[in-house]
């Protein structure tokens, strides 16, 4: 598993990195607003206009408040006994959690943090970022006119690219069709909150918090459902 998330990471640097020297446009809004990779002054709200960008600071803070919301919105799910959502509960149960159970937790946090920062790398960055790019030039160089508010249009691009992003994410986390749509609408949090002004500083927090917390909650409502009885695998040193 580990193996697997690091390489999504390295994919994600690949493609991040050689595709985003072709985009060179202010409103480029996911690929020059990581806050990450840059400083967040005057000079890059210059460069995107009005749009709304937070301070590291608070990206963090947005990121974290996320993946407590996110986590209590599952809870929730599982409390509610829907069946499409108690099968998705047995799969994780039965090829999952096993392996997590004999992680410690060090290394379920070293997992979490590989898979929110490298699914976050390849999806949001480079994909959403190039999606994001070509629609501004469908949408708006292609079909601009007059009487069409640019920055509604921009904002279209926005929202297009986050949409077919967040399906992809889905896609590839669908293991069965009800958990492709819980994946997808995980994914399109992710791919507003980069556009709206967390950058991938909230993205890849709340997404490697949420990972690290679920897999905790994962591990221990599994031993606590088998009882005394389960073999206790899960280490905690």
Known sequence: MAAFQSAILLLGIALGVGLSYAPNSGSDRVLKSATWWGSVGSDRQAEMGSMLFLSPAASLIMGVTLAFMMLGGV???????????SEIEALLDQALVPSL???RIWQLLMLAILAGVGEELLFRWAIQGWLEY??????????????????????LAYGFAATVTAILFGLCHAVTRAYWVLAAGMGLIFSLVVVAGGGLVAAIVAHGLYDFLAFMWLCQRLEEKHGDGAENEF???
């Open 75 to 85: 809870y929730w799910l599982s409390r509610m006994g829907w069946a499409w959502f």
């Open 101 to 103: 159970r004999r992680c």
């Open 134 to 155: 070509f629609g501004r030039w469908a949408i708006v160089d292609v079909y601009y006119s007059q009487n069409t508010s640019r920055d509604f249009l921009n904002w």
């Open 235 to 237: 280490m905690v040193g």
